[in-house]
């Protein structure tokens, strides 16, 4: 995808402030961009494969872990097992330090494991420019 184009974004997120911020940190690095935004994964996944074959894949899918109902790893995994969603970048946007957790998004197909920075400008420029490389690079770009 080009980065002038506008990006469909899906956000699995409960809290909407960190929603907010995360398209701050999009505007940050001239994105332009729709969220469309799920509270929690059970919403998600029913939503997103409802719309399979009726709508464009989202081009970024980024997912927080720890939500009510399914965590982000459960959505992970539904989706990754749904072809319409293999070439969609999935990024998990999340303050756990747990290295598990990070080992077990990657094992389930997650293109970048990105911890939350509890500073505004780290964070800004963490998620935003990460998020940025994955909307332009797509799946090509490897986990760290």
């Known amino acids: 995808m080009s980065i002038n184009e506008s990006a469909r974004i899906v956000v699995v997120e409960d809290s909407l402030p960190d929603v907010m911020l995360l398209g701050e940190a999009l505007k940050e690095y001239a994105v332009p961009h729709e969220i469309i935004h799920y509270r929690d994964g059970v919403e998600a996944v029913t939503k997103l494969n409802d719309s399979i074959g009726s709508r464009i894949p989202p081009n970024l899918i980024v997912l927080d872990l720890n939500m009510p109902r399914m965590s982000g790893l459960e ?48 964070y800004l420029k963490e998620v935003g420019g990460t998020l940025r490389d994955l909307l332009t690079l797509g799946r090509h770009l490897q986990i760290v």
């Open 75 to 122: 959505v992970l995994a539904n989706l990754r097992k749904t072809g319409a969603f293999a070439k969609v970048p999935i990024a998990i946007l999340t303050s756990s330090l747990q290295p598990e957790e990070q080992a077990t998004a990657q094992k389930l197909g997650a293109d970048r494991f990105i911890h939350k920075p509890v500073d505004l400008y780290d």
